[in-house]
């Protein structure tokens, strides 16, 4: 065997590593926080622990892996490639950049970067409620170039949230517009509808669209829109409070089913 790939992959808020033939399957994985190798194919003990080697830290266990869950069995069948998981904060933002980080000088900043700032902090306050019972998908594809910034998944529901940077300037929502300090205005709350109805129709399951807007100075909403909640990126902890909507077992079968690239493709 040769040419093993380590993937990394987020569990429950902390880093796993796991490690694929060069077909994409799973045949181990590697938990930092319970310092355990987990073989899934016993007869590649030594191949795997080789890859892995640059990457353990200290003693492990090695040995075969828990009885999986039907989420982990789940996750084991998707293809890297298609496992929406891994994606950070503002992925699809971090990839354009690394294929084209656009001139050295200019003079005024990258609106793409300022976008980043934004997806990293609301997207870093999300996995944080991993340990209420959440999970979150970051920079979900749509179909035309379209994304769901975070897809959160809880207790609480299903939210699709859109990150905008608003650093020191005052924001105001009058449905469907959002004015951003002096720039032009634009019927954001329009595109955040359409994008949660398409994540509703891929998941068959209610999601709601939810602005969020990143160290703004002021927030005007004279009247609340309509399906829309309008929040700033320190007030996203509230939803460890909400509940009663979902089951673990329903927030993990949905979470299986949301981070599976190609029900994105196909059903929208």
Do not use: I, Q, S
């Given at each position: 065997m040769s040419e093993l790939r380590v993937v990394p992959a987020w569990r429950h808020g902390q880093e796993q590593l796991y490690v694929?033939?060069?077909?994409g399957r799973n045949i181990a994985w590697y938990d930092r926080e319970a310092a355990r190798v987990n073989l899934l194919v016993r007869d590649h003990r030594e191949e795997v622990l080789e890859a892995l080697g640059p990457f353990v830290t200290g003693p492990v266990t090695v040995g075969p892996p828990p009885v999986p869950t039907p989420a982990d069995l789940a996750r084991l069948a998707l293809h890297p490639d298609d496992d929406l998981a891994p994606n950070r904060p503002g992925e699809a933002l971090l990839v354009a950049l690394d294929r084209d980080p656009g001139p050295a000088h200019r003079l005024r900043a990258d609106p793409r970067r300022r976008a980043l700032t934004a997806e990293r902090t609301v997207g870093e306050a999300l996995d944080l409620l991993d340990g209420a019972g959440w999970r979150v998908l970051h920079s979900v594809p749509l179909p035309g170039g379209d994304r769901v910034h975070h897809l959160l998944i809880g207790p609480g529901g299903l939210f699709a949230l859109h990150s905008l940077y608003a650093r020191r300037q005052k924001v105001t929502v009058a449905d469907p517009l959002v004015t951003?300090?002096?720039?032009?205005?634009?019927?954001?709350?329009?595109?955040?509808?359409?994008?949660?109805?398409?994540?509703?129709?891929?998941?068959?399951?209610?999601?709601?669209?939810?602005?969020?807007?990143?160290?703004?100075?002021?927030?005007a909403v004279p009247t609340p829109p309509s399906e829309v909640r309008v929040l700033r990126d320190t007030e996203i902890a509230g939803f460890a409070r909400t509940g009663g909507l979902l089951k673990p077992a329903d927030v993990e079968a949905l979470f299986a089913l949301a981070r599976d690239r190609t029900v994105w493709t196909a059903a929208l």
């Open positions: 694929c033939l060069p077909d951003l300090g002096r720039r032009t205005t634009e019927p954001l709350l329009r595109r955040l509808r359409a994008d949660a109805g398409r994540a509703a129709h891929a998941l068959t399951a209610e999601v709601r669209p939810v602005l969020v807007l990143v160290d703004p100075a002021e927030v």
